[in-house]
Every structure is written in structure tokens, then in C-alpha cells.
């Protein structure tokens, strides 16, 4: 079975201070790993794929296949990242689907 | 940079009556999905469908869901007779290949069953 875990629903942190939003999975396989991010009242937006292993808005995050954990990282958080965050697997055995997280809303502090 | 629009923004509909939420995914694209978040839930995976027929459904697209590409830019999703439980926000998203393809969203549609 293929789950994606994000143990933090809510996550706030002051402007300028590191964060990092967890996401651990569970496949049987190699999966593809992506971040979508969700700003108010706008669509799925893609932020980043771990094969791309590029940063957009600062961000990065690494596939840890031996801890089975993608998670998004920032060293220094900006108002305007304030948004939902969903981690999403994709692979062989999924076919066409991603299977998405349960989201963390990050809420940056001015 | 080529989008997916989805009508309606937002639809309210009494229990019961029937539903078209329409898509146009991105031009060249060969993959369209339907996902639905209710609200405060995660984002579900409903259908996905390629060459004109459903590739692949989740337990969630029973009987009263169906889909359709009526010409060649138009991707709907049909509810037949809406429950209260179907209120949620229906997300079309479109993609090039299959797994491991970037998948793109429209900005959802905003179903509310009164």
C-alpha cells in the first residue's frame, strides 16, 4: 500500500526562522516524490520534485530513501509562504494516482 | 503558461438533483484526473482516465460519478443524484504521461449540497 504521512495539521513559525515540514512515506517501490503548496483560495500549485532536485522559493527537500521521509525544508520562512503544504507519492505501482498527504498549514509569524 | 480551468467556481445544488462540473485540461495533455478535498480532509483521488476511457477509479467514484470528454477539450465529471456528503471541493488536474508526471490542477470547484 502506498501512505503518505504529514504529522503536523498545523505548523506557525516567526518570519526569517528555519522550517521544515515532514513528510514520510510508505512504498514498496521507487517512488517519485513532489510538494504541491496551496495558497488561500488558489488551485494545487507543484513547488517541487525530488527528481528535479531543484529549490523553488528557497525551498529544497531530499528524498531519504532509508528513512522514507521527503521533507520540505527553508532556512529562512517569508509571510507569503503561508499556505497549505501537501506532500504527494507517485510511482510505478500507482499507476496514473498520487497519493497525497494530509497537508500541514504553515502559518508564517511577521 | 498553459492552465487547467475548471466552471463552475462554485455550485450549490439541492440533494438529489444532478451535476456537470467541467474541466479543460491543459492542450496537450493525455492524462485528466478528478480529486475532491472536503473541507478540512486531504485531497482523494476519484478517476483518472486516458484514450477516452477511466483508467483507473477509487472506491470513492461509485455509480452516481461518471465521466466524460464530450469533444476535444471538454473533461466532465457528472454526479447524478448529489448527497450532502459529496460537498467538497472537486479538483480536475491534467498530466502528459503517467506516473512520475507532474500533474496539474485547476483551482477547483466548489460543490455545496443544501
Known amino acids: 500500500a502506498q501512505r503518505v504521512t504529514q504529522p503536523e495539521k498545523l505548523l506557525s513559525v516567526f518570519k526569517g526562522a528555519p522550517v521544515e515540514l515532514k513528510c514520510n512515506y510508505s512504498y514498496s517501490g521507487s517512488p517519485e516524490l513532489f510538494w504541491y503548496v496551496q495558497y488561500s483560495r488558489q488551485r494545487l500549485q507543484l513547488l517541487l520534485r525530488h527528481i528535479s532536485r531543484e529549490s523553488i522559493k528557497g525551498f529544497t527537500a531530499d528524498l531519504n530513501k532509508g528513512e522514507t521521509s521527503f521533507h520540505l525544508k527553508k532556512p529562512f520562512a517569508q509571510e507569503e509562504d503561508s499556505a497549505m503544504y501537501y506532500c504527494a507519492l507517485s510511482g510505478f505501482d500507482t499507476g496514473n494516482q498520487f497519493y497525497f498527504g494530509t497537508g500541514t498549514s504553515l502559518t508564517v509569524i511577521p | 503558461e498553459p492552465e487547467v480551468t475548471q466552471t463552475p467556481s462554485h455550485q450549490v445544488t439541492q440533494m438529489g438533483q444532478e451535476v456537470i462540473l467541467r474541466c479543460v485540461p491543459i492542450?496537450?495533455?493525455?492524462?485528466f484526473y478528478w480529486y475532491r478535498q472536503i473541507l478540512g480532509q486531504k485531497v482523494e483521488f476519484l478517476v483518472s482516465f486516458y484514450n477516452n476511457e477511466i483508467s483507473e477509479k477509487s472506491e470513492i467514484f461509485d455509480d452516481q460519478f461518471s465521466v466524460e470528454r464530450p469533444d476535444g477539450s471538454n473533461f466532465t465529471l457528472k454526479i447524478r443524484s448529489t448527497k450532502l456528503e459529496d460537498s467538497a471541493m472537486y479538483f480536475c488536474a491534467s498530466s502528459i504521461g503517467v506516473s512520475g508526471n507532474t500533474i496539474y490542477f485547476g483551482e477547483g470547484s466548489w460543490l455545496t449540497v443544501v
Open positions: 492542450s496537450n495533455h493525455l492524462y
